[in-house]
């Protein structure tokens, strides 16, 4: 069983849409929750993380977390063509590790 | 300072070159990573450095070998390396909750 699965994509919405990530963990151990976008080419740079169950929002991002379920989520409201990336969930495991998903391309249609 | 940067952005080397890798911060972050990706891949995991001293080797062939000289710099070391080590070269860096900042990459092809 794969430790983080992110759901198929590649995931195409249109400019202003609601993008919906989504991101599965097998380690019940994990505390801690991050989203890495990615511009082709470049680096991964952190948008969003979460530690506790709920929701947290930071401007047209909302990260959703349930433990419970060991289900993390992503939610880009007004998408925008500069959203077009690919995003990477990283729960942490043993030692404060950082286990990354495949990650998920997003494209956002003008 | 608020950054994470590497050098070079690009390198091409041959089988039998010594190259470095060089890595800095200066947010007085105490854990350093090197990670390296390939195409449509993500970040692997190669080594974990937590007070300049090394705490994780992800099992890294030993042509790869990492140092960090002090708490702001991580170099890596690369020998006799093979094709398919072509790949992004990423260092990271955390404060110690767990976030990581990467820096810009190097983009390593080995002929």
């Known amino acids: 069983q794969k430790e983080v699965e992110q759901n198929s994509g590649p995931l195409s919405v249109p400019e202003g849409a609601i993008a919906s990530l989504n991101c599965t963990y097998s380690?019940?151990?994990?505390?801690?929750f991050f989203w890495y976008r990615q511009y082709s080419g470049k680096s991964p740079e952190l948008i969003m993380f979460?530690?506790?169950?709920g929701d947290k929002e930071d401007g047209r991002f909302t990260a959703q977390l349930n433990k419970a379920s060991q289900y993390v989520s992503l939610l880009i409201r007004d998408s925008q063509p500069s959203d077009s990336a690919t995003y990477l969930c990283?729960?942490?495991?043993?030692?404060?590790?950082?286990?990354f998903g495949k990650g998920i391309t997003l494209s956002v249609r003008p | 300072d608020t950054e994470v940067t590497q050098t070079p952005k690009h390198l091409v080397m041959g089988m039998t070159n010594k190259k470095s890798l060089k890595c800095e911060q200066h947010?007085?972050?105490?854990?350093m990573y090197w990670y390296k990706q390939k195409a449509k891949k993500p970040p692997e995991l190669m080594f974990v450095y937590s007070y300049e001293k090394l705490s994780i080797n992800e099992s890294v062939p030993s042509r790869f070998s990492p140092e960090c000289p002090n708490s702001s710099l991580l170099n890596l070391h690369l020998h006799a390396l093979q094709p398919e080590d072509s790949a992004l070269y990423l260092c990271?860096?955390?404060?110690?909750?767990?976030?990581?900042?990467f820096g810009p990459g190097t983009r390593l092809t080995v002929l």
């Open positions: 947010m007085g972050h105490r854990a």
């Open positions: 990271a860096s955390s404060p110690g909750g767990n976030e990581q900042f």
């Open positions: 979460i530690y506790s169950n």
């Open positions: 380690d019940r151990g994990s505390q801690s």
């Open positions: 990283a729960p942490t495991g043993a030692n404060s590790k950082l286990t």
